[in-house]
T-cell receptor, first 112, second 112 residues
């Protein structure tokens, strides 16, 4: 089955710096890609989603890059602020009634 | 905003006892999921369902049963709870398999 690796597990940056998170997946049929954010004591909230025909997507200080050749998905938070401190998860799905699989998460700390 | 409600929010169970975690959604979504979250493992898929009265096994179904008696309700049943099932359990729903998941707040289960 699909294997999703996410790194780093922990990331600490200063306010205003960028934070970069990478996920790799194994199934070349994977077609749907997501980034979720989890704040303490809460469920996950969707940040961004991309379909496999998109290489790059930017929204509100977030950039998602998709490299299908290398089976790699990344999230870049530009100009991070303390409110971005949370756990971030990537998720991928091949569709066809196959449920999304998640990475292990990255705990991001943004220090003032 | 789509709503997924889990109950209970937390539970302490004894080893060998039966535990039922409940999930209710008011989103009119066809797909529902159960994931467990453990430190270092991210979210792992236990069971999911895309239609009432039918469930599918995820990646770690052993020791768990699922029940989808209606579109709105999806339960996770631990017939003989074990220490290793101590975790936070998340229910989620989605309109389709390739669409964003809406998560509940989670159930913290401690098996003693």
């Amino acid at each position: 089955g699909e294997q999703v690796e996410q790194r780093p597990p922990h990331l600490s940056v200063r306010e205003g710096d960028s934070a970069f998170i990478i996920c790799t997946y194994t199934d070349s049929a994977t077609a749907y890609f997501y980034w979720y954010k989890q704040e303490p004591g809460a469920g996950l909230q969707l940040l961004m989603s991309v379909f496999s025909n998109v290489d790059r997507k930017e929204e509100q200080g977030l950039t998602v890059l998709l490299n299908k050749k290398d089976k790699r998905l990344s999230l870049n938070l530009t100009a991070a602020h303390p409110g971005d401190s949370a756990v971030y998860f990537c998720a991928v799905s091949v569709g066809n009634n196959n449920a999304p699989r998640f990475g292990a998460g990255t705990k991001l700390s943004v220090k003032p | 905003e789509a709503a997924v409600t889990q109950s209970p929010r937390s539970k302490v169970a004894v080893t060998g006892g039966k535990v039922t975690l409940s999930c209710h959604q008011t989103n009119n979504h066809d797909y529902m999921y159960w994931y467990r979250q453990d430190t270092g493992h991210g979210l792992r898929l236990i069971h999911y369902s895309y239609v009432a009265d039918s469930t599918e096994k995820g990646d770690i179904p052993d020791g768990y049963k699922a029940s989808r008696p209606s579109q709105e309700n999806f339960s996770l049943i631990l017939e003989l709870a074990s220490l290793s099932q101590t975790a936070v359990y998340f229910c989620a729903s989605s309109r389709d398999i390739d669409e964003r998941l809406f998560f509940g707040h989670g159930t913290k289960l401690s098996v003693l």
